[in-house]
């Protein structure tokens, strides 16, 4: 249901912002439109800055109950030593069938 949620999401802000830009641009295919479209096209129009208002806002406000956390970087523990050296590999004299017979 996430999911069906963002693609509504999505739909009605690329409509919103279409409108907002035929608007702008002065088409005159806006004035061809149907009532019912102009409709959707202008609440579709009013979501977009209401939704950038609300990200705005929820971006500088905590949630409540939420305590400010710590950079993930300062909750690992320390990285100890292996107990057991690495491996030195022999390097390639080759890279993929080169020098292989045809």
């Known amino acids: 249901m996430n999911r069906v949620w963002d693609y509504i999401v999505f739909a009605v802000w690329f409509a919103g912002l279409g409108y907002i830009v035929v608007w702008l641009g002065g088409s005159p295919f806006h ?5 019912a479209l102009h ?4 609440v579709a129009a009013t979501l977009v800055p209401v939704r950038l208002l609300v990200r705005a806002v929820g971006r500088r406000r905590p949630a409540p109950g939420v305590v400010a956390r710590k950079p993930a970087a300062v909750l690992r523990p320390p990285r100890r030593k292996s107990s057991h050296p690495i491996r030195q590999v022999k390097p390639r004299s080759h890279f993929g069938l080169r020098g292989m017979p045809r």
Not at 31 to 35: A, R, S, V
């Open 31 to 35: 004035l061809m439109l149907p009532p």
């Open 39 to 42: 409709a959707v096209g202008v």
